[in-house]
């Protein structure tokens, strides 16, 4: 493995630069167009993914991931492994980075993350935690450029609940210059400290229980779960959440061209109708292709390979 005292971790939005997340979402579309086979840059180098949490997308698009740019990977039940438990994060961490040349890690608390990355001397990789979720959102705008050109100066809107991927997108907001509309029940909004870092940053984002207000005009409507990993004891809050629910009734109040989005997996019925997500606006498909994509750049990025 190649170990360093400064390795380059991606943990979060707003712990990357501006400058440096434009190059990772250029680097994947270019990448997507390449035939898998042809540039091996991440040969002989292997990939640990912890997931204490379930997962279909993240844990297949990093493997296919990282056999595509050459490396290989290995799969880790975080439930199965001493971690946190008979032994530290930090220990743990040091360990993994005598055997691996990257950590992917899927985890309950963010300090989980954060005490790993401190303590490797590899890189580390936010996989979800339950504060943020920073793939997805490189995936979404990616997906989102494909279809409408650059974000700069577009109107995002969230209807739903205020949950980790929206504190990524809050992030993201301040970091790709795009308008975020949040629409969340009373007592389901966002984490307050991710808008004011985002606002601190010059991020315009507006708050609101109402739908309508955030999704009028919008360029691209995004949901998710009303019932987020790590918040399954709260009980599914269809009588607070159903006014939030993305049909072709609030659809209408956007954009005629407006992308809908939506990271999976969806709750038919529920945060999203079969209309909507099955319907012409909707690119939920290609969000979860360009999870591909966008990761071969992340992993591209942590190993220096993109600058
Ligand atoms: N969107 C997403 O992270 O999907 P998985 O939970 O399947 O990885």
Known sequence: MTTSQNPR????????????LRSI????????????????????????MIFDKPSTRTRVSFDVAMRQLGGETLF??????????SETIADTARVLSRYVDAIMIRTTEHERLTEMAENATVPVINGLTDDTHPCQIMADLMTFEEKRGPVKGKVFAWSGDGNNVLASFAEASARFDFELRIATP???????????????????????????????????????????????????????????????R???HAKPE?????CLPAHRG???TDGVIDGPQSVVFDEAENRLHAQKSILAWCFGEVT
Request: with cysteine.
């Open 186 to 248: 009373s007592g389901s909004d966002l984490d307050g400290r991710y808008i004011e870092w985002a606002r601190g940053e010059g991020a315009k984002i507006l708050t609101t229980e109402d739908p309508v207000e955030a999704v009028s005009g919008a360029d691209c409507v995004v949901t998710d779960t009303w019932v987020s990993m790590g918040r399954e004891d709260r009980a599914r809050g269809h009588n607070v959440f159903m006014p939030y629910q993305v049909n072709e």
């Open 270 to 272: 529920e945060e999203v």
């Open 258 to 262: 407006a992308l809908f989005m939506h």
């Open 9 to 20: 971790h991606f943990l979060d939005l707003s712990q990357v630069s501006k400058d440096d």
């Open 76 to 85: 880790l039940s975080g439930t199965e492994m001493q971690l946190g438990r």
């Open 25 to 48: 979402i250029d680097d994947a579309c270019r990448r997507k167009q390449l035939l898998p086979g042809g540039d091996k840059p991440l040969a002989g180098k292997m990939l640990a």
């Open 250 to 252: 609030l659809m209408a």
